[in-house]
């Protein structure tokens, strides 16, 4: 057909009558399936009444009491005050550490997820029929907008009892600051996101530069607190206060706490106007994602939800990992091992490889080890009973720093077929899984230990290394734990507390961790109080201990997974 006959064709339709309209069956379509779902959306309102109910119990039962002790500190007269004045002072880099935040969580989330995402039989089914796109789609990004609106208020609310507390300003003048950056923030974040969903090409530059701006955000968190112990960049913090909306909404704060903000309505203004057009912009945005990326991130979501109710964490991991591109494989060549040495090593080999094709694990487990030194030194300083919870929280950390280099074995049990080109028996090969870890872990401690070391304290270059072989056998039974054994939520009797199966399931579910960091706890406790040779040969000592004890188990549940 020739393009005179169709526009014949089209002309001799519109004459009889028809239009192209006359297909849109938008309303009709919705109407029936609000009068299907009534009694659905009924059922999903009690199970969120009752879910509400829950959390405002849990929240007042558990909560009354850090509720009662502050205003019990208020009414006292507990000082405050010292905290405001630092608080005032890292106002422009907090804020931007905020912005920051808020932006990456909105951009990695939208690589999965995003502000628009439509249930299955609605992708399925809903998207098929001759209805208009906007009136489906764009509902769904209302809804991500007000829904992030709740948290963005709760913060506002929460900066501003601070200011109040502080007595840096009325409460009334603290909720009138803070509520621009706390309504305008969440806002901009969701058209972030949509704008991340709608067009791969900005998907793809998140994917590549969420690395940097991790590094960005804990260079800001640094600055965060240097300015809040009095170390100040004048003019970095200019810069930051009018380049972009994170600074826009720290100026009415700075100015209600008695700062220099002599352009805040301006910077209000900015900020309104750019939130408004960026929503906008993004509501138009709603109604042009293709359809069939809205069925992946369909399918990804209800997989993430399915297994997470499930307690299945690892697979909710991997369907995260898959859907937001997993990880960035680089084309990086290692010469394999050879001689009768080559099969003993092919493992090690691999492992290597895969590390140096996936850099990002490295660099997050040098991140997670300089927060471990960090916490821990900082438990140390601050003496008394701060003393063993920063010991707590640095081995915490210590630990994630080695289970991020432990991923090659956490694939090898994803599917135990990868191991059939083994010769070793699945036992073996989890423990040969744990040299690279092991050999990067302890060079990681030496290097974190560094700065202790330097400042006097030389034990740290021994205390440090000697915590990562528990860690790594610890991070080796994670791996070949099997499945979630979901029985041992119902495990034991009911008490005024409630059910200890939920603990139970917690307990099995993190004893790599909790009894490696429990133990080691325990033993460098004392040491790091005043540190010797003994404590440090007792920590060894140990810490050998430890590592035995938990290889054993290791190869005990490596045998039982395959039973399984």
């Not at 005043?530 to 035995?548: E, F, G, K, V, Y």
Request: hydrophobic fraction near 55%; include cysteine.
């Amino acid at each position: 057909m020739t393009a005179e006959d169709a526009g014949a064709v089209e002309a001799g339709a519109v004459e009889a009558g028809w239009v192209e309209a006359d297909d849109d069956r938008t309303a009709e379509t919705l109407a029936w399936l609000r009068r299907k779902r009534r009694a659905h959306r009924r059922q999903q309102g009690r199970d969120l009444a009752v879910l509400l109910y829950t959390l405002v119990l849990a929240a007042v039962a558990y909560g009354s009491g850090v509720a009662v002790h502050f205003l019990r500190g208020l009414n006292e007269g507990a000082d405050y005050g010292g905290f405001g004045e630092g608080l005032v002072r890292a106002v422009p880099a907090l804020f931007t550490l905020l912005g920051g935040v808020l932006a990456l969580v909105a951009a990695r989330d939208a690589l999965w997820r995003g502000p628009v995402v439509v249930p299955g039989p609605s992708v399925g089914w809903l998207l098929a029929q001759p209805v208009r796109r906007g009136a489906v789609l764009r509902p769904w990004f209302r809804l991500s907008a007000w829904l992030a609106l709740a948290p963005g208020a709760a913060g506002g609310l929460v900066g501003a009892v601070a200011l109040r507390v502080t007595g840096r300003a009325p409460i009334g003048e603290a909720l009138a600051a803070a509520l621009p950056g706390a309504l305008c923030l969440p806002l901009l974040a969701v058209a972030l996101g949509m704008a991340v969903e709608r067009r791969a090409r900005w998907a793809r530059a998140v994917r590549r530069w969420s690395g940097p701006a991790l590094l960005l955000l804990i260079a800001l968190a640094g600055q965060t607190w240097a300015a809040g112990a009095g170390h100040r960049v004048r003019a970095l913090e200019w810069v930051e206060l009018w380049a972009g909306p994170w600074g826009w909404a720290a100026q009415p704060v700075v100015r209600a706490c008695g700062g220099a903000a002599p352009g805040w309505p301006a910077a209000v203004a900015l900020l309104v106007v750019a939130t408004a057009a960026a929503v906008a912009h993004a509501h138009r945005d709603a109604a042009a994602v293709p359809t069939a990326q809205l069925r992946v991130r369909a399918a990804t979501a209800t997989t993430v939800a399915s297994v997470a109710w499930s307690l299945e964490l690892r697979a909710a991991k991997l369907a995260l990992m898959e859907a937001g591109g997993g990880q960035s494989g680089r084309l990086v060549r290692l010469r394999p091992p050879r001689g009768r040495s080559g099969r003993r090593l092919a493992v090690v080999w691999r492992d290597a490889l895969a590390l140096l094709r996936a850099p990002g694990r490295l660099g997050r487990a040098a991140l997670w080890a300089a927060a471990a030194a960090g916490a821990a030194g900082l438990g140390a300083d601050l003496g008394g009973e701060r003393r063993p919870v920063g010991l707590v929280v640095g081995l915490l950390c210590g630990y994630l720093a080695v289970g991020a280099l432990a991923e090659p074995a956490r694939v090898e049990t994803d599917d135990l077929r990868r191991s059939a080109w083994s010769p070793y028996r699945l036992r073996t090969l989890m423990l040969q899984h744990g040299v690279v870890p092991l050999v990067l872990g302890v060079v990681l401690a030496v290097l974190a230990a560094v700065p202790f070391a330097v400042r006097g304290e030389p034990w740290a270059l021994v205390l440090m290394p000697v915590c990562v072989p528990p860690f790594t056998v610890a991070a080796l039974y994670g791996a070949c734990r099997g499945p979630a054994r979901t029985q041992l939520m119902f495990l034991g009797g009911g008490s005024p507390v409630g059910s200890p199966g939920p603990l139970i399931y917690l307990a099995w579910y993190a004893a790599g961790p909790l009894v490696s960091v429990v133990v080691l706890a325990l033993v460098l406790d004392p040491a790091v109080v005043h540190p010797s040779a003994a404590d440090a040969a007792r920590a060894a000592w140990i810490a050998a201990l430890l590592t035995t004890a938990l290889t054993l188990v290791v190869r005990r549940s490596a045998d039982r997974l395959l039973e399984h």
